[in-house]
């Protein structure tokens, strides 16, 4: 779907529309912070949700406090229960795009972790609610909607 997606003001703060920004032309490359932190190829590993599931949940959640007295505050991790390496991203993204991804391997940045992913289960539990998307999907529809954006 090309009808949602992330539009950062200025230098994006996530990995995906830096990368589909890079893809673009809006961005000369993609720094990838560190290759050598203990993971399956040194690069950090994280949790990374399609938009549309992420609506999905936030509409859930919604749902559930609509006409209930529901005290306090309830959280929720919203996410796959997988985690895939920036460089996985990057070589997802070029297959799904057909694009080679400018990219180079910077220094670690100060207070990266090696890997952080979600356990959804209260959300699947609560909620109901489960991602039908994973990152093939998640990428691929993030480069439409950064093409329509462009006008492409």
Known sequence: SARIGELPLGVPNNLVPFVTQTAAGLRKELTVFGDDYDTPDGSCVRDYIHVVDLARAHVLALGRLDGKDVPGCEVFNLG?????????????????????????????????????????????????????????????????????????
Do not use: K
């Open 80 to 152: 796959t229960g997988t985690g895939n390496s920036v460089l996985e991203v990057v070589r997802t993204f070029e297959e799904v795009s057909g694009l080679p991804l400018p990219h180079r391997i910077g220094p670690r940045r100060p207070g990266d972790v090696p890997a952080v992913y979600a356990d959804p289960t209260r959300a699947r539990d609560v909620l109901g609610f489960e991602c039908r998307y994973g990152l093939r999907e998640a990428l691929a529809d993030a480069w439409r909607w950064q093409r329509a954006l462009s006008g492409d």
